[in-house]
């Protein structure tokens, strides 16, 4: 099992305005799966999302990634788990706007030992005529596309998604997803993605429903559709 949540919960404020986000969560999502969360606005995806990616701290409950145990960690530990072992996607890009398509991805590519092949990789994102390319030159697909080769290149062992779709229209979020799916296939990463599109979920293993900061539903499927048929 590569990611397990055991009775987290995360809340806001104080006492008397106390926001309770995640409530009692728990969930185990094993190796080399494409995993879909999804809800409505405000059910804490992202909340959750940010925790397994260590940008957030639960206030109570166990999160284990990759064999390590993010709630026993210290600040440095938990930096170098971000830098190794993740790549995170964001939903507005936060590309760096003065560096080149090829440059944002090489700054992540010399955080790591182990990186794959930047030219390979731009070349499966459909990037090669855009590479010397700036951020305000490249349409939003293609800015989310940069996101996603930036994210990859340090080959992590899971990608983190947070609606990675969620600013694109309907034929380039598709051409989005299918390309997660290739990379899911090609270098067996493991993906959780975030949406509040629940067609999404069709193309994955392991689907969980959030609302009002619990799993509502979860269910897996050993025979998940092809990208091209998902509709919404
Ligand atoms: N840093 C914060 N301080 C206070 N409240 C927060 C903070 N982050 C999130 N919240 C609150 O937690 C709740 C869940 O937020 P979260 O961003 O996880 O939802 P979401 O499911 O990702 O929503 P969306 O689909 O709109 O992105 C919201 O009510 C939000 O206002
Ligand atoms: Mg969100």
């Not at 260590?54 to 990634?65: F, I, K, N």
């Not at 930036?150 to 694109?168: F, S």
């Not at 090609?186 to 619990?214: C, F, L, P, S």
């Amino acid at each position: 099992m590569l990611i397990n949540i055991e009775h987290i919960k995360k809340g806001y404020g104080d006492k008397s305005n106390r926001n309770e986000v995640l409530k009692d969560v728990s969930l185990q999502i094993e190796e080399g799966e494409i995993c879909v969360i999804f809800g409505p606005s405000g059910s804490g995806k992202s909340t959750l999302l940010n925790i397994l990616g260590a940008l957030d701290q639960p206030d109570e409950g166990r999160v284990t990634v990759c064999g390590k145990e993010l709630h026993k960690m210290k600040m440095n530990e938990l930096a170098k788990y971000r830098r190794d072992d993740l790549g995170f996607v964001f939903q507005f890009y936060n590309l760096i706007p003065d560096l080149t398509v090829i440059e944002n991805i090489q700054v992540c590519e010399n955080l790591s030992p182990n990186p794959l092949d930047i030219n390979e990789l731009i070349k499966t994102l459909g990037l090669e005529e855009h590479k010397y390319k700036f951020p305000y030159q490249l349409s939003g697909g293609q800015q989310q596309r940069c996101a996603i080769a930036r994210a990859l290149v340090k080959n992590p062992q899971l990608l983190l998604c947070d609606e990675p779709t969620g600013a694109l229209d309907y034929s380039i979020s598709k051409e989005m997803l299918g390309l997660l799916k290739k990379v899911n296939e090609e270098y067996g990463t493991t993906i959780v993605i975030v949406t509040h599109n629940n067609a999404i979920g069709d193309m994955a293993n392991h689907i969980i429903a959030i609302r009002d900061g619990k799993i509502s539903k979860e269910s897996h499927n050993d025979e998940p559709c092809d990208v091209e048929k998902l509709s919404w």
